[in-house]
């Protein structure tokens, strides 16, 4: 199969983006707390390293986001019905996420705190 244009592969992932907003929840509160980060970033005035650091956990938590929906998604084509391998699956998929979550605010306090308090 030909390779679709660069333009079409980034069209795609685009469209994937747009539905993650749309229809997820959790994104859309990480994508706020994207945006309150960014706002941060430049009131405080923080450095180019730790500015560097609270984007890269911050999209991190997007990304992750994003393959733990997959997951849940492929599980539910596989098997619609209760089943507690799919329940596995899906609890350590969210524990990714959640892990990834907790390791943002521990570098959210650590960075802003000195600039806060
Ligand atoms: N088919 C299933 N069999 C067993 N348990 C399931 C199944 N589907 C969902 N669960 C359980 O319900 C939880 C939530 O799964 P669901 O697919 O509803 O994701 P969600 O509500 O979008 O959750 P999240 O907030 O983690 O994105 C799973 O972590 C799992 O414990």
């Known amino acids: 199969m030909r390779?679709?244009?660069i333009h079409r592969s980034f069209g795609n992932a685009i469209k994937g983006l747009i539905l993650m907003l749309k229809s997820e929840r959790n994104f859309q509160i990480e994508v706020l707390a994207l945006l309150v980060n960014l706002f941060l970033i430049?009131?405080?005035k923080v450095t180019e390293f730790e500015?560097?650091?609270?984007?890269?956990?911050?999209?991190?938590?997007?990304?992750?986001?994003i393959l733990n929906t997959c997951v849940e998604k492929i599980c539910d084509i596989i098997q619609p019905d209760y089943d507690e391998r799919i329940k596995i699956i899906k609890d350590m998929a969210a524990g990714s996420v959640f892990l990834m979550a907790i390791g943002s605010v521990v570098v959210g306090v650590l960075i802003y705190a000195k600039y806060l308090l």
């Open 51 to 65: 500015a560097t650091i609270i984007l890269v956990v911050s999209f991190s938590v997007l990304s992750l986001e």
């Open 3 to 5: 390779k679709p244009p």
């Open 42 to 44: 430049v009131y405080l």
